[in-house]
């Protein structure tokens, strides 16, 4: 995605942090780090955890959000991953998931904030970690696209980009 917008739309700004492992940390960094940006020129995208985390900036902010396979109720999903885990993107480094942070992600999930209208979500019926239809009940408010297989990671998701990019005003 990071090349895409690049290559056809080097006007904007993108950013993809390498969030902590803290959601608290996780969420003050990109309120932080996005303050002054206008909100209507602006749109979130997350993957699992990340879309957990993009939408609730998407409801937060008001903006348009694009969420891939999101997580509904990570402190539940994720309390069994207590422990040191390898860094998805950089398997030589690891972080360690600490009882606190499934409390933090308690805290975000406390104030359940509705689904913005301006939502794309795509839901792999494949998802392996999470499932599809809890993820299609908490965000049906929004543009849905239901994908049959896939799977968590959307090895597929090339064959998705066009309608992603349409969606972002990208396209």
């Known amino acids: ?3 895409c917008v690049q290559d056809r739309h080097p006007s904007v700004t993108w950013w993809c942090p390498q969030l902590p492992a803290s ?13 002054a940006w206008p909100r209507g020129q602006m749109a979130v995208m997350g993957s699992s955890l990340g879309g957990f985390y993009a939408a609730w900036l998407s409801a937060h902010w008001g903006v348009p959000a694009v969420l891939i396979n999101p997580a509904v109720r990570p402190s539940r999903d994720l309390a069994r ?29 406390s104030k359940p904030l ?6 794309l979500t795509l839901i792999a019926k494949g998802d392996e970690l999470l499932d599809w239809r809890e993820m299609l009940a908490r965000h049906e408010a929004g543009q849905v696209q239901l994908i049959e297989g896939s799977d968590h990671a959307l090895s597929d998701f090339a064959e998705h980009l066009p309608q992603i990019l349409e969606f972002l005003q990208l396209a």
């Not at 959601?23 to 303050?35: C, E, F, R, S, W």
């Open 1 to 3: 995605m990071a090349k």
């Open 23 to 35: 959601p608290a940390q996780a969420i003050d960094l990109l309120l932080h780090g996005t303050a």
């Open 81 to 109: 991953y207590i422990g040191e885990h390898p860094v998805w993107q950089d398997p030589s480094q690891s972080i360690f998931f600490e009882p606190a942070y499934v409390q933090e992600l308690k805290v975000l999930e």
């Open 114 to 119: 509705p689904t913005q209208a301006a939502t």
